[in-house]
């Protein structure tokens, strides 16, 4: 791993590359906005810093967007808040796992999972089947889990699961990724049916797809 700077590249702006046997450059920014490079073994300094001056305009659209997203997130970020239902409640690390009030209390980070399932999880799924039967979707289970970075997943044998931390997200939003999963039990992948069957059923979903991207960080955060 190196880190990098140079004269064609925009100014103040710094970037890690990860060179490893793939055949692409790819470039990811990371919630604190590092930049991180990752390219082919063998790849040119030169390459790297011409595709990075490519991708300039999306590189400076997206830090500012983090920079703007870490301010409205910092109490989250700091553990001392956290959502329910798109609302900031307090958090609290304490000698019991609770929910209420307006607060979460929770001995560690790691049972924000339980709670989280044990006191939201219930309406989430009365949601979840009344929209199913609604719209005459099948599935075989719905489940919760903690995944980092996804929201949910539907498996070939039409399992649903989704990331508990949903349940910390404005119910439409909740409802959006209700309504997604459920459409890939009829189309698996996002082929235009699957998108004209998601418009259908759910109308709102492409704002909502958009503000989901808001909530991001969250996904990645906990465990």
Same mark, same amino acid.
């Given at each position: ?111 924000? +999972? ?10 989430? *799924? ?21 995944? +980092? ?62 503000? *989901? +991207?808001?909530?991001? *960080? ?6």
């Amino acid at each position: 791993m190196s880190s990098s700077a140079n004269s064609d590249f925009p100014a103040g702006l710094t970037y890690k590359v990860i060179r490893s046997r793939r055949r692409s450059i790819s470039v990811k920014i990371c919630d604190d906005n590092t930049i991180v490079v990752r390219c082919p073994v063998g790849t040119p300094d030169k390459k790297i810093e011409g595709f990075l001056f490519e991708k300039r305009n999306w590189l400076r659209r997206h830090i500012e967007q983090n920079i703007a997203l870490t301010e409205t997130f910092a109490d989250v970020i700091a553990n001392k808040k956290i959502l329910v239902g798109g609302q900031f409640y307090d958090l609290e690390i304490c000698n019991t796992n609770a929910a209420g009030g307006g607060v979460i209390r929770v001995r560690s980070l790691s049972a924000l +999972k339980k709670v989280y399932i044990s006191t939201f999880g219930e309406q989430f *799924l009365q949601r979840f089947k009344l929209f199913a039967q609604a719209n005459s979707f099948n599935y075989n289970s719905v489940s919760f889990r903690a995944y +980092k970075g996804r929201w949910g997943c539907c498996d070939a044998r039409d399992n649903i699961v989704f990331n508990y931390k949903l349940l910390m997200l404005p119910l439409k939003l909740q409802d959006f990724v209700i309504a997604h999963e459920l459409c890939h039990t009829v189309h698996r992948n996002h082929s235009a049916q699957f998108h004209r069957l998601l418009d259908r059923v759910y109308p709102s979903n492409r704002n909502d797809e958009k503000e *989901l +991207k808001r909530y991001a *960080l969250i996904a990645r955060r906990y465990s």
